[in-house]
């Protein structure tokens, strides 16, 4: 990462992702197989589990921000909560606020939620690639994408696969603690589970996709639907303003949970 680019471009918090490769990919994607004895690292990653990796990370980005410090003084640090990253910001330093795409990480373990949360972890996409405890996934590449073609993503989506007991309990603890969960790579069905299970809780949390787009200009099983874009609406805090543009430069627009073309 560019530092001084982020500092020169007023960045003032960024979000920095935890992604441990599925063990599910060996399998899925044969070349991988070869990798494993190519290349000792992938090796390491793929043969280790998810929750040590994903520790190895945190430990690692530690150690980027303490060389950093020593280096460049006291510009960049990494936020432990909310009121954390505003001051961090108000003091004129880059605030790092740490993510995790895949619940996977916990490696079956809601009690390590707590420790990473302790860590930082503001943030957690539930799905990725693979099912996982929490429920099933989608096809997040799709079909005609060249990598799909050489032996990407062959197994069955289980898109008629909810939000299991385990994933009720993990949206359950998030929203205690306050861990944005993020719904992205989960199929309709865990969607409007976690819809539904959300709104039965005590406190009010947001509920997010990050990275999708708009199925009414992309109908792929990932994009949010009209349904979707609403439900996320009324678990915001404050009304949103939700744009998506298309390359045909078609327009999808959500203010105030009301949806127009």
Sequence with gaps: ??????IDGGVKALLVAVYVVEKDLVTDFPPVKYLLHL???IKRIIE?????MAR???DHLDAVVAETRQRRGDVVEIAQSYDDMRRIIAEGKLALVNSMEGSHHLNGNLDT?????RRGVAHMILQHFYTNHAGGTVDAVPSTYPISKIGLHKYRFELDKGLT???RDLLDKMCDIGMVPDLTHAPLKFRRDAYEHARKHPKRRPLIM????????????????????RALAKQMITDPDIRCTSPSQHTVTLSGGNQQK
């Design 1 to 6: 990462t560019d530092l001084d680019a982020l």
């Design 39 to 41: 290349v000792p690292k």
């Design 48 to 52: 280790s589990e998810p929750d040590a």
């Design 56 to 58: 190895e990370y945190l």
């Design 113 to 117: 939620l707590d420790e990473f949360h």
């Design 165 to 167: 007991p385990w994933g």
């Design 210 to 229: 990050s990275h999708v787009g708009v199925h009414a200009l992309a109908p792929y099983a990932m994009n949010p639907e009209p349904e979707d874009i």
